[in-house]
């Protein structure tokens, strides 16, 4: 059972480090993008109104990454129990 808790660790640990990196990418290409375009924006209300729906996008789409590592940290065993069992199973079925 011991090696069952080591693969779920290590699967939610991946996971975890995949949906950070995705968000610090997101708050990257956000900023990149806000600076790039900022010469493009015709009024300073336009620039104003693109960083807001930009915060709007950055503070929600973290949230939910957030709000989703917390749903997989409480029901990891269930869910990557689940995961394991069908990956050996099909890792079974292919070596036969």
């Known amino acids: 059972m011991s090696d069952l808790n080591t693969r779920i660790e290590a699967m939610h640990k ?3 480090r995949i949906a950070w990196a995705f968000v ?3 708050w990257l290409a ?10 493009l924006a ?3 209300a336009a620039r104003a109104l693109l960083l807001i729906g930009g915060a709007f996008v950055l503070v ?3 949230a ?8 997989y940290r409480e029901d ?6 689940l995961d394991i069992k069908f990956m050996d199973a099909a890792k079974a079925a292919k070596g036969k």
């Open 42 to 44: 015709p009024s300073g």
């Open 14 to 16: 991946s996971d975890t």
């Open 60 to 62: 929600f789409n973290t």
């Open 76 to 81: 990891r065993d269930f869910m990557y129990g």
């Open 30 to 39: 956000i900023i990149f993008v806000a600076w790039g375009t900022w010469g």
């Open 24 to 26: 610090v990418g997101l």
């Open 64 to 71: 939910a990454i957030m709000a989703m590592l917390r749903h």
